[in-house]
């Protein structure tokens, strides 16, 4: 493989900006955050991605990769997906001791959407 490919990429990014949000809502968010949200981020995106394929299938729809070479925009637009995430991970520092449930959710499904995305590019 002489390069990366271009969905692995995003995947990575957004896995690693998931994991920031992970950090800052633990320290900034209620006591037991630091073992729920994991355990959340890991449940919610592995259920997208298994769930969403599932359901496509049964739909009979095939959609392609986020990012693919026969339009160079879509690269720029997927990088929406780690900077909200990256975004979403500054609340908690302007509003501690809330839940943060909802945020979690929020960045696993973009999480979840980039790995399908990863996944589709493989098989193709």
Do not use: Q
């Not at 995106?45 to 693919?68: C, D, I, K, Q």
């Not at 995305?117 to 193709?124: D, H, N, Q, V």
């Amino acid at each position: 493989m002489s390069r990366i490919e271009p969905n692995l990429l995003l995947a990575v990014t957004t896995a690693v900006a998931l994991a920031l949000m992970l950090a800052t809502t633990s320290l900034y968010g209620p006591p037991d955050g630091a073992i729920r949200y994991p355990i959340m981020a890991v449940l919610c995106s592995g259920a997208y991605v298994v769930l969403n394929g599932w359901v496509l299938r049964r739909m009979n729809r095939t959609t392609p990769p986020m990012v693919h070479a026969d339009a160079p925009s879509t690269a720029v637009w997927a990088t929406l997906f780690p900077l909200a995430i990256i975004l979403g991970s500054a609340i908690p520092l302007f509003f501690p001791a809330r839940d943060y449930g909802l945020l979690i959710i929020i960045g696993s499904i973009f999480l979840g959407v980039t790995i399908e995305s990863a996944i589709k590019a493989r098989r193709t």
